[in-house]
């Protein structure tokens, strides 16, 4: 096997995803004027003269990014499409286009297959996207999916990671915690299941946990929100992998430290009751919980009147000086420093 | 499993991969005016406004599209953004950008990660494209890699499929049967390999046919010909599933026959040479083999003397009326109707 004749070996699960990106990419120079961004955001910018456009893709994985055994093929569809739009809006962008890739193993039927496009299908009717293209093979083992999407906005309407300034406010779209929550509900009723295939349980007081890990959705309502505004955030970026790690990117990013103040943490109800059930406390399931698919973003102070206002939105805190690191100020106004344990996209063995 | 509760099943390797993307996908409608040809070419059609762009990408699976053992991973690097870029100059268009996602196991190193992006540089450098984008998770088994590159040109130069016309003149670029003649020497020294692993065998022979296997290259130089010449042609595709496959496509879009001549198809000496060594008849390896990123097309009638006189392109045939079948005329003169036997993307078991 060729990539094992190198003498030196670094496992990759040393690395974590951010240092292997650096390593693999630091010595690529963009080439053609029409590559605005590249790697390193949400989504790269591509300037197409009228406007400005954004590609984005991810790549998901059966066993790693998803479980069949409670992820519904229609929801698997729906979502994968989803995750790539919210980094359309994380962009301040409209999605227009994706594609979607697919490599399957034959144990999967045309059925199921109709399945998950059924809910790619949903996807699109529901935030006007076109499917435009893509790829189908075959796999060794398990589903595959890889999708990518583009978007368009002015060149001055898109927001980066980097500009957050220091006093900025920290703002959250609606709640966090609850994709986290529904998969701590999903992964137990899998064990039960797997001991009593008889077994009906009642989900209806997880019903919004569920929903939120299982069809997820893309904040269209929050990005045509700051355009009727006319309010460009400074920065702005998706909550994929826990609120803790995408607050560190926005500091690092600007170079600015933050204060985060745990009292004002959006969270449903529900949310807190899954996790006295599950002795988690709820604040790390807010913060390093990863899937809620919410906006993060740097506003002015000027905004501050709208925003607070807003019941979509809450303020969660305020950038500050680079000398200052990001600290959570937690109930007894103690000041912990921030740390980011979100998703690891490779896990120790 | 979810996949499993629907009553019918319709294994996949009963659909072929053409159906099952009709299947999957006609029920979609574009939506955006921007969205100017969707799925069913060689990439993706948006308007931008200043010009066009096109989309296209790729899946590749370790064990299904590329086996290790004989694919050094900056080969594999290279092939995977050179066969996303073909696509691309199919349209007549111009690369531009590429993403690169890609899911490994833990089996990888760093060091090799680092060999496949070394060839992937290479490949923006050559084609002056650049990475702008992509994503990086762990898979349970092997290597996945999935590749989108965009492409521009102005909206009168793209050329698709379904354009082609009654007695245009059918031409591919350079010669054919190379990549698979390769692969035949690559599967046979794995072989011999396992068998007797101190052998060093003498490839010098076959150097021709490996290359064309491990390092295609796209037709860059035939786009910019046709640019230079100010020759759009009526229909494009490139070859990557095999000669008859793709001639019975543009004879099927364009509602057409054809007469293909057996003495007029391309072929290096050296492809012939294998073949005669391993007993394949060498117009079966033009026909079927694949792989191989030439550009076929269809060129009017008056493009006629510049055409035949380039060492690059050769004329091996033309369009007929669509009350006519696909031929091959053999040497013979028997007219023998053309069979697609390319690229499964779902063989059966």
């Known amino acids: 096997m060729l990539e094992d004749k190198s003498p030196a070996r670094t496992p990759l699960d040393q690395l974590g995803e951010f240092l292997l990106i650096e390593k693999l990419t630091h010595s690529f120079t963009l080439q053609n004027t029409s590559s605005v961004v590249g790697i390193g955001d949400d989504a790269a910018v591509c300037d197409f003269s009228a406007g400005q456009t954004v590609l984005t893709t991810d790549l998901l994985v059966e066993g790693i990014h998803f479980d069949l055994s409670y992820m519904p093929l229609k929801h698997l569809g729906y979502k994968s499409v989803v995750v790539n739009l919210s980094d359309v809006y994380a962009m301040n962008a409209k999605p227009a286009q994706i594609t979607v890739s697919l490599a399957v193993s034959n144990r999967f039927s045309l059925e199921a297959l109709e399945e998950l496009y059924a809910g790619i299908r949903l996807a699109c009717q529901n935030y006007k996207v076109d499917l435009v293209g893509g790829d189908t093979t075959s796999s060794t083992t398990g589903l ?4 990518t999407a583009t978007g368009q906005a002015a060149a001055e309407k898109i927001v980066r990671r980097n500009g957050a300034q220091a006093n900025d406010l920290l703002v959250v779209s609606g709640d966090l915690g609850g994709a986290y929550a529904g998969l701590q509900i999903l992964e137990r009723e899998k064990a039960v299941f797997k001991a009593n295939p008889q077994s009906q349980p009642d989900l209806t007081p997880y019903s919004y946990s ?31 992998d826990g609120l803790s790690s995408e607050i560190l990117h926005l500091c690092k990013q600007g170079q600015l430290g933050c204060h985060l103040y745990e009292e004002k943490l959006p969270i449903d109800p529900e949310v807190v009751s899954i996790c006295e059930e599950f002795k988690i406390n709820s604040s790390t399931a807010v913060l390093n919980g990863g899937e809620d698919y919410e906006l993060l973003m740097a506003v002015p102070q000027s905004a501050f009147e709208k925003v607070k206002n807003h019941p979509w939105l809450s303020i969660i805190g305020h950038f500050t000086d680079k000398q200052e690191e990001a600290y959570l100020i937690n109930g007894l106004e103690q000041a912990i420093p921030l740390e980011a344990q979100g998703w690891q996209a490779f896990p120790e063995d």
Chains 1, 2 share one sequence.
């Open 210 to 240: 569920i929903e939120r890990q299982l069809k997820p959705e893309a904040r269209k309502d929050v990005f045509e929100l700051l355009d009727e505004w006319d309010l460009v955030p400074n920065a702005m970026m998706d909550i994929s």
């Open 144 to 147: 595959i999916l890889s999708i």
